[in-house]
């Protein structure tokens, strides 16, 4: 793949986000709870927009023991590589079912996991990830292998090897996983989270600041576990809590854009899903298959859905008075293949991110989603970027 | 509980063993695979019943979080020690599901498997245990913990001090489970199986052979490994074949009685169930649900049905020539707790367990099936002996 022509830029944003985070904001300033953690900021590149893409669905590590798994990993790299190169975010969210452990035979899928990073770590680009249902579930024995002319010997012979002596593997836990990625790479802004949340680990928040005026933030992005693998698929109440007191305190009045990440939609989806193509007010290209939901819900969408949504914009030119703004929040998941739309619903936006990844099912065509924050003037807007350079499905989520 | 009347008996047995299986069986004595272990060979008190109790479905450490879940434990041992009191066999089989591990909340499951060994082992009897689906499963965390007021923090604290800081739990693998049992209890006949039979691991022969005469084996116990947890609910071809030639060497022309446990049963059981009660030919008390049976079969069936099945009986007084007696083999199984009836099919007997333990679904009262062999006159029989003492459904497997 060509490298990026943006590798100067990337290399002083790099540069900035290590500066940046070397000297934490204190808890204090971000909230009064002491046992939180201090919010990492994520510096925003002053005048210029702040651009994520979602890297959703990548599914690496599947079917290892034929050509096919191999390639589409190499396939992944490719549309992830793409993205990268034509976009060049300042940032990467990897929005779960990074891997494929269920079908994973070995002791530590963190060696699948650090490939399904590598295209955002070669470029410098910092990144963040949650996890999906497939992150850490157990190896499934396909059935077939138990038939004439039994178990392929290499199998065992490989599992032996690598794991004590026994062919069982169970996954490698999302504590693993997590604390692989935060130790390894630098460029990593994932958390393992409140232990007090824990099995879900994947919950926190970040701040994008200017790099000019690192106590203003531009926007908030929580992360959190939405389960799977080898839990429920759930948000917990002590999730939907966390979020409500972290919230209340780093961002009392909403005043700074709320984005919201996690792996399985909500049933809030299945409410606002579309019968048959894309209408308007959705925006989207796939409305392929039904919103696969969470098992339950324990309150997180009224949390939301009751978080004020004003902004004051303090408009460049001195005006009489300031102009107030709705500012809605946007929730982004992945896990349906074959979905891509935003939808709003009542203050929110819920979008679906692009299926990125050749592992997992479905064939259609593969893309990232991108979000773009831009300051002066304020506006939040998204698009898919596909393999094959197009872009579709523009939205603006702030108007 | 009271202490059996018979532990000197048991004493003397069990020293027995010992003596015996010092001085194993060479490989060349059972067949000529090299590479196949030593058959396991239990002692028979010459001139009395060799008998058999088979405890199935025991599901030890359900809801460790309640009080229920101990108390059912306490239950079942209390049921394992009627009978052991009442019948005082010389061998017990545990015959799968000894566990509910996706109730076991720590790391070492193998805790739960000692508790359901302890009335046998401190009786000084000898024991062998077969895996059942639920063994090795991993935890599966109650949905309802997840919703308010949130996960009992207590969970997770127990979790983290016991399992390197993890609230993931991935069940005690079958493996771990049988190299504690094997090295921790001299009592246990259980083996590992062949490695290239792996992932299934409780695969393996044990011959009952007189005390004062060896070489003369009175009954072969095949046991069997049926999968579930951590892989598929299936007998592989692998063992089908491991089986055949197994059987074949130590027991070339089917005169030694087979006896076969697993715990799932296989698709044969649904073809042979009775619709409603159990009419003859079948035996038992309880047709009060639908066989489970295995995920898919690869042979063993078919390889059983196969098997010759003459046994050649020299009379005690001479006679001018020998009789030829029908021997059937016969098959044992847990899984269906609501089944516990013994039905001929072609030329096997397929029977099912007693649901022994108070874990697992089901109120149905508690019992095991029991297995005598003797000697002079041959015979294999059967029944069921309940936790109130009483017996029933007694039944000649050799008739």
Sequence with gaps: ???????????????????LNLHPISPATVGSDPDASPVKRLPARPGSPFKIALFADLHFGEDAWTDWGPRQDVNSVCVMSTVLDDEVPDFVVYLGDVITANNIMIANASLYWDQALSPTRSRGIPFASVFGNHDDAAFEWPLEWFSAPGIPPVHCAVANSSFSGDCSFSGTHRLQLMTNEIEQYALSYSSKGPKDLWPSISNYVLQISPMDNPLSPIAYLYFLDSGGGSYSEVLSNAQSEWFKTRSLEINPDSRVPELIFWHIPSKAYKKVAPWSGVPKPCVGSINKETVASQQAETGIMEILEKRPSVKVIMPRICLSIDTLMIIWQAVFVGHNHGLDWCCPSKNLWLCYARHTGYGGYGDWARGARIIEINQ????IKSWIRMENHDVHSEVNLSS
Tied chains: 1, 2.
């Design 1 to 19: 793949m060509a490298v990026s022509p943006s590798a100067a830029r990337v290399a002083v944003l790099s540069f900035a986000f290590l500066l």
């Design 376 to 379: 002066h003037p304020f506006s």
